[in-house]
């Protein structure tokens, strides 16, 4: 109870934190932010330029900026888009969910990957393998993803001409063709994580097979393979729980290089569209949302933690 | 040891051999990487262009070599940066505790709870894109990592007895910082630079893909991999060349700071 409490407390600072800092990011923008927005042409007048200023609340004190600010998006409100005058919400709502199947099919894999692969890294250890294991981790480790998306684009034109790989269709329209468009992205944003996880699996294997557990499990006779899975890797799946918390963070930002890779219409569109723009509030509410999004994973991670470690309770 | 002997000279021969490419680069390029040529345009592997050409018909081998010094110029300033401002902050959390302690962690809380990339974008985005931006950025993103990573070593060295006897025998503060307590960071932060700045490469080559990084015609792997992608099927030696200069780069850095870490640290053999 007194882990949840504190936890909480810190979650309310650090978002607290980061309203202020996306808050920021208008106002630090050297120059005229409003100016900027507007840019050069010939329809751009002092009245509009008083006009946007007032309609994003530059024209206030910033402590008052800021309240109304925080008042509005607390109800849910995160502003007007400048250009369409669709309430931002809605739009990222339009494009949130091919970066949250992107992600989550991502994770999946890679998560769901790294669990052989680690166990078997382990189990490989010492048998001459090391040194290419070493290897191939650090190389997938690096391994661009948005580079490696486009050789997988590269390979398969060549290999498969007819196949639909670009673009997005909705999961619910037409799941085969979701699935053909969504997995070579979603591998190659995986690949990292893999590595990653992996990496970290091995070497938590490594740790829990030098354990009393598990040498009191070998003295009374279970058989090898017994105690490597059930002993050695139901504990080194702790240590891989918390990281998957890390990776949210990877793959959020990932996803949207990968996503101009394959031509997916999700968040990165949406932001980088709004960058070209200068369309500063609906980059401020999508960093927003997206954030608070990777905080809330993370609280959730550690909670989840402490359900399944009882040592971090304590 | 003898594994670690050989993946350690591939690693170093890799890095020296990167940074000196890097950093003699316009000595040791072919071609003006800016040239352009109408007449041999998105031309595949030759004697003459030993990597082909791209759509302004401007040698690849010499725009690889010099992006990937504008690649290291980048991220290695931004690594530089927050390796200076992280750590002393860190290193100022640990010795004094209380009060500085709790008020540093927590700013770098917050700043570490954005998404790397997400929040390297957002500043990017308010000062305008470049190199300069994209430094700034970088080295901004990687302050908080920086902090964390000092100040857990540097917790125990505080606590050594070392450090009690110098302070005891009246040091200054500064003194115990600079002479007793930093040294004794130099192996960590040796490793994490490594593994560090090979991940600042990746982020520095994410942003100028979607081009928010050094604008054209300066060349950057990044840049280069992304007009690759809009001739792929054209000609994709572009964008398979400058993406593998990528991959080889952050490649030698991680593998260097993997292998000093092994090494370093050996419980986790």
Redesign the interface.
Known sequence: MFLICSRLL?LL???F??SV??FL??R???GDAVAIMLGANSEVTPDRIAALRSQIGLDQPILLQYLHWLGAILQGDLGVSLWTRQPVSQEILQHVAPTAELAALALALGAGLAVPVGVAMAWLRGRGW??AL??GS??G????S??LG??L??AL?ALAPDLQMLGYVPIFEDPLGNLARMIFPAFALSLPIMANLARLLR?AMLEALQQDFVRTARAKGVRESLVFFRHALRNALIPFVTSVGIT???L???A??VE??FAIPGLGRL??G??AERN?PL??AS?LA??TT??LVNVLVDLLYAAIDPRVRS | MKRGGLLLTIAVLLVVILLALAAFAPQVAPYDPLAQSILTRMKGPSALHWLGTDQFGRDLLSRIIFGLRASLGISGSAVLIALALGGTLGLLAAYYRGWTERVVMRAMDILFAFPVMLLAIGIIAMLGPGAGPTSLAIAIVYTPIFARLIRAPALVVVETDYVMNARAIGATDLRILLRHILPNLASVVLVQTSLLLSTAILVEASLSFLGLGAQPPTPSLGGMLSDGRNFLMLSPWSAVFSGFAILILAFALNLLGDVLRDRLDPRLQ
């Open positions: 810190d600072l650090v978002l934190g980061v800092l996306t990011m208008i630090l923008i050297p090391d040194i070493q290897i650090v190389a480790l690096t391994i661009p948005f580079w486009i050789m684009i590269l034109t070497s949210t963070g990877y959020l930002g990932g949207i290089v101009q890779v932001i980088l709004a960058i500063y980059v401020q960093i997206i954030t990777f905080v």
